[in-house]
C-alpha cells in the first residue's frame, strides 16, 4: 500500500555531508498523516532509531549520538522526509532505512513503525 524509496547514501570523508531523502508513494496515499523516521543498521548491530518528525513537523526527536548534527525535515507538498547528516563520524556507517508511522503518536520505536524503504548505504570513511 505505501512504498517508500531511499536514495543519497554514498561514500563520504569524516567530517563531511549527506543528504538522504525518502519519497513516499503509494494508492490513496496521503503523506500529511504519517510521522516519519530514520533508523539505522551497522554491521554486526542491531537497528537503532536515529530521527523522527511527526505529521505536521513540528514535533521531532533525536538519538542522542546524531543531536546537533542531523536534522530531519519534510516536504509534505513533495511526500518526502529528508535526513540532512553533517560532521559524519566513522560510527555513522551504516544502511540507513526510512519509515512511515500511521499512528497518532510520533515513536521512536521500530515496531511502531508500518512501512520501511529498502535502505541505503552511508560509508564514512576515516
Known amino acids: 500500500q505505501v512504498q517508500l524509496v531511499e536514495s543519497g547514501g554514498g561514500l563520504v570523508q569524516t567530517g563531511g555531508s549527506l543528504r538522504l531523502s525518502c519519497v513516499a508513494s503509494?494508492?490513496?496515499?496521503?503523506?500529511?498523516?504519517?510521522?516519519m523516521g530514520w533508523f539505522r543498521q551497522a554491521q554486526r548491530k542491531e537497528r537503532e532509531f536515529v530521527a523522527a518528525?511527526?505529521?505536521?513537523?513540528?514535533?521531532?526527536y533525536y538519538a542522542d549520538s546524531v543531536k546537533g548534527r542531523f536534522t530531519i525535515s519534510r516536504d509534505n507538498t513533495k511526500n518526502t522526509v529528508y535526513l540532512q547528516m553533517n560532521t559524519l563520524k566513522s560510527e555513522d556507517t551504516a544502511v540507513y532505512y526510512c519509515?512511515?508511522?500511521?499512528?497518532?503518536?510520533?515513536?521512536?520505536?521500530?515496531?511502531?513503525?508500518?512501512?520501511w524503504g529498502q535502505g541505503t548505504q552511508v560509508t564514512v570513511s576515516s
Open positions: 503509494g494508492r490513496s496515499f496521503t503523506f500529511i498523516r504519517y510521522g
Open positions: 519509515a512511515a508511522d500511521d499512528g497518532l503518536v510520533l515513536s521512536t520505536l521500530s515496531r511502531r513503525y508500518d512501512y
Open positions: 518528525i511527526g505529521r505536521s513537523a513540528g514535533t521531532t
